[in-house]
Each structure stands twice: as structure tokens, then as C-alpha cells.
Nanobody, 114 residues
Framework: VQLQASGGGLVQAGDSLRLACVGSGRTFSNYNMGWFRQAPGKEREFVAA???????YYEDSVKGRFTISRDNAKNTVYLQMNSLKPEDTAVYYCNAVTLSGRYWGRGTQVTVSS
């Protein structure tokens, strides 16, 4: 499984960004997908996840601001990020959990200036 994330950038506090992650494979709809992030000097942390059936989960600090969604016809998972804060600055990674294992994509940098 190959994952390609995009959509990062440099924004100001309060702005929005939408990240996208395109996955390979004909069984994308069966994957549980997630977003993680890693800030400089910190451990990689969970941000949001969406199961194959559409159930969503969020880390507490992003609840109400971030929305994860998926379009199985496009093999894509999205992370809509609103009301961005400087503490959201990190490299964001897409993650897929499949029957054959867990896969990571290359990250996309999100920088939020104050």
C-alpha cells in the first residue's frame, strides 16, 4: 500500500487547510485510515481516524476544529483543518491499517504562524 499526502503549507492562525491522502490498492474502502502528526522534538501523535465503515475518532485538542472524511471512489482520505493554531504546526502523516499491516505515507508540512 502506497500513500501520498498533500495539502500542507504555511498559514496564519485562524486559517484553514485541507490535507489529502491518496492510497493505492483496489481495497481502499476496507482500510482504516488515520492522520498523525509530529512536531519538532516531539513524538508522533494521533490526530484523527476514520474506519472502513465511516466511524471517526479525534484527538481532544482537534475536536470541533478538524474533520476527517474519505472518498473511496477516489481512494482518498481528507483532513479538513479549521481554526488552525500555532501548536498545530507539525509534519502530518497519513496512515492506513489493512489486513496486511500498517502503512505510512510521506508527511506534509503544516506551519501555522501566530
Amino acid at each position: 500500500v502506497q500513500l501520498q499526502a498533500s495539502g500542507g503549507g504555511l498559514v496564519q492562525a485562524g486559517d484553514s487547510l485541507r490535507l489529502a491522502c491518496v492510497g493505492s490498492g483496489r481495497t481502499f474502502s476496507n482500510y482504516n485510515m488515520g492522520w498523525f502528526r509530529q512536531a519538532p522534538g516531539k513524538e508522533r501523535e494521533f490526530v484523527a481516524a476514520i474506519t472502513w465503515s465511516g466511524t471517526t475518532y479525534y484527538e481532544d485538542s482537534v475536536k470541533g476544529r478538524f474533520t476527517i472524511s474519505r472518498d473511496n471512489a477516489k481512494n482518498t482520505v481528507y483532513l479538513q483543518m479549521n481554526s488552525l493554531k500555532p501548536e498545530d504546526t507539525a509534519v502530518y502523516y497519513c496512515n492506513a491499517v489493512t489486513l496486511s499491516g500498517r502503512y505510512w505515507g510521506r508527511g506534509t508540512q503544516v506551519t501555522v504562524s501566530s
